[in-house]
Antibody, heavy 120, light 113 residues
Framework: EVQLLESGGGLEQPGGSLRLSCAASGFTLSNYGMSWVRQAPGKGLEWVSNIYGSSSTYYADSVKGRFTISRDTSKNSLYLQMNSLRVEDTAVYYC??????????????WGQGTLVTVSS | DIVMTQSPDSLAVSLGERATINCKSSQSVLYNSNNKNYFAWYQQKPGQPPKLLIYWASTRESGVPERFSGSGSGTEFTLTISSLQAEDVAVYYCQQYYNMPSTFGPGTKVDIK
């Protein structure tokens, strides 16, 4: 059974850093495209970043230069390092598995999400 | 970036009646070499993550009830719930995965009338 378990969210001040983790089970994470998708309170879905293949990565313009996506194949885990946090980064962050080897495929599994709150 | 728009913003339908949601993309998401639309529909209930309903515009995900169907090609797509059930109350999102960044529509809220 595929499972995605996010952790690392919490309250952080503007300008601070957080590292989100996503522990995957039931599949080999490096064989699939993986994304982070966020949802601000009461708002819609916003794609943040993805990684696939031999570590091809993409970022939304809103987080480029501040966030870094990575994965650890030995731990079958996905990460999102979030630096220079802004109030507008406040959201639930979902770890998402794509159905294919790259991210040009639908998301077939989602984690339950971890809440990041950026506030002074 | 490809912009996704949805209509209506919300709709209320009687139990057992048909619900129709539309989505338009600012450019075609049809990949001519394989004739596939890189397009999906998701359902999100309160307090839950999204759930994949339809992908490649018209392929129903395993386990999704047959009352959900997707149609369309190129830039215009439709999600139809043929006979609305109480458990279908949710927000529905369309998504294109043709280009990076992948983009979602703003969502359509479906309620019971």
């Amino acid at each position: 059974e595929v499972q995605l378990l996010e952790s690392g969210g919490g309250l952080e001040q503007p300008g601070g850093s957080l590292r989100l983790s996503c522990a995957a089970s039931g599949f080999t994470l490096s064989n699939y495209g993986m994304s982070w998708v966020r949802q601000a309170p009461g708002k819609g879905l916003e794609w943040v970043s993805n990684i696939y293949g031999s570590s091809s990565t993409y970022y939304a313009d809103s987080v480029k230069g501040r966030f870094t996506i990575s994965r650890d194949t030995s731990k079958n885990s996905l990460y999102l390092q979030m630096n220079s946090l802004r109030v507008e980064d406040t959201a639930v962050y979902y770890c998402a598995k794509h159905s294919g080897a790259n991210c040009y495929s639908p998301v077939d599994y989602w984690g339950q999400g971890t809440l990041v709150t950026v506030s002074s | 970036d490809i912009v996704m728009t949805q209509s209506p913003d919300s709709l209320a339908v009687s139990l057992g009646e048909r619900a129709t949601i539309n989505c338009k993309s600012s450019q075609s998401v049809l990949y001519n070499s394989n004739n596939k639309n890189y397009f999906a529909w998701y359902q999100q209930k309160p307090g839950q993550p999204p759930k994949l309903l339809i992908y490649w515009a018209s392929t129903r995900e395993s386990g999704v009830p047959e009352r959900f169907s997707g149609s369309g090609s190129g830039t215009e797509f439709t999600l139809t719930i043929s006979s609305l059930q109480a458990e279908d109350v949710a927000v529905y999102y369309c998504q294109q995965y043709y280009n990076m960044p992948s983009t979602f529509g703003p969502g359509t809220k479906v309620d019971i009338k």
